[in-house]
């Protein structure tokens, strides 16, 4: 059998650290041909993350969907029909094309290689968290996967529950764990030059109305000490603009993304000097988890999603309950915290099963709902 092509898409920073011990896995077994596509929000901006892929893989196709500033949820409707449009032209001679997660470019591209009949692999689907549309989006990815690969028991028995075949659901864990146990802590310097942070903020839009989604930023805003906290840019989802302001204002030091290594590496050092992460960001609830670091979860964006015991919720934006969930987490000592996102072996795993499969076998692309 000749190498079977394995399209990764990657649409956002957001992804593609996790997509890359996947890739790196895939690219290092013989009987699998890595194509990578870079697409959606990776293309716009003044310094594109596409950058960041080019570095370390041949991209073979771009897609672009977004424009820049061209933002809200009729922007990125448009936006995610630019990119089913150009995915239809360009997955064609993929074996088999792989997403994670529920941004609308891994949908563009599941929607795409779905009805031109190239089957769909899906990572992290069965996860629930309410994003702006993402829980839709996720959930409707994987009734157009043909293979999932969840990163939990847990999600795996939620895609079950939706009506997908067994036979298609294998638990690999989360790449996340991967990136954690591959990436060293950071050295003194580096610290330093991040300015040894007390707190690391990651917030992004919810969806909500400008002045719900102005009120969670500013409350943390008020509940941080500025001059030890490092506040990263939130993504580019509706209400971008509002988080945007409130962070520009907070006297916190402002760097808008760290590659995906040194990002880990801080999450690391801030878990061992007893610091915390503050915000809305899936990596509060999965790597915080890995990694032993504490964090405050703030408002409904993962409303659902798995959490152990390094997260604390707060839901309302209220200065208080921030500042005394800060206060609890720094004089708890977390240790090793029991999280269901595997062993750290997860690409490996991943590209042992596409290696195993044979995608030509038409029961790949026959679906049918199975109770
Ligand atoms: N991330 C990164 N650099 C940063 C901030 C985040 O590489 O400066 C990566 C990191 O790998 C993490 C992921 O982005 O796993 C978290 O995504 P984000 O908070 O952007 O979005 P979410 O998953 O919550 O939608």
């Known amino acids: 059998m000749s190498a079977q092509r394995v399209a990764v898409v990657t649409g956002t920073r957001a992804e593609f650290g996790l997509l890359t011990p996947v890739m790196r896995a895939i690219e290092g077994h013989g009987a699998l041909e890595l194509r990578v596509i870079a697409a959606g929000m990776h293309l716009v901006g003044e310094q594109p993350t596409v950058r960041e892929v080019q570095e370390r893989f041949d991209v073979h196709t771009t897609v672009p969907m977004q424009r820049s500033g061209e933002t809200g949820r009729v922007a990125d409707g448009h936006a995610l029909a630019r990119g089913i ?21 891994a949908f563009a591209a599941a929607s795409a290689a779905s009805v031109i009949g190239v089957p769909v692999v899906h990572l992290h689907g069965g996860d629930v968290a309410e994003g702006v549309a993402d829980e839709a989006m996720r959930h409707a990815i994987t009734k157009l996967a043909h293979l999932h690969l969840p990163a939990t028991p847990t999600s795996a028995q939620r895609i079950e529950r939706m009506g997908e075949a067994s036979w298609r659901v294998e638990c690999v864990g989360s790449p996340a764990a991967d990136v954690v146990r ?4 950071l050295d003194e310097r580096r610290w330093a030059e991040l300015g040894a942070p007390e707190a690391v903020v990651l917030h992004h839009p919810t969806g909500l109305d400008a002045d719900r989604e102005q009120a969670f930023a500013k409350a943390i805003a008020d509940s941080i000490e ?19 302001g409130v962070r520009q204002a907070s006297g916190a030091r402002l760097i808008d993304h760290l590659p995906s290594s040194v990002f880990t590496g801080l999450l690391k050092r801030l878990a061992r000097e007893g610091g915390v992460l503050i915000g809305n960001s899936s990596c509060a609830l999965i790597e915080g988890a890995i990694i032993g670091l504490g964090a405050v979860d703030i408002g409904p964006r993962q409303g659902g999603r798995e959490r152990c015991g390094n997260v604390l919720e707060v839901e309302a934006p209220a200065v208080s309950g921030i500042r005394s969930a800060i206060e609890r987490l720094r004089s708890r000592s977390l240790g090793a915290i029991v999280h269901p996102y595997g062993d750290g072996h997860t690409g490996q795993r991943i590209a042992e099963a596409l290696a195993r499969i044979e995608f030509s076998d038409p029961k790949w692309l026959r679906k049918r709902t199975a109770y």
Not at 85 to 105: H, N, S
Not at 226 to 244: I, K, Q
């Open 85 to 105: 449009d150009v995915f239809a032209d360009v997955l064609g001679d993929a074996d088999c094309v792989l997403v994670l997660g529920d941004r609308i470019e």
């Open 182 to 185: 591959t990436t060293p802590e």
């Open 226 to 244: 500025p001059g030890r906290t490092l506040w990263l840019a939130p993504n580019h989802d509706p209400g971008h603009e509002c988080v945007m």
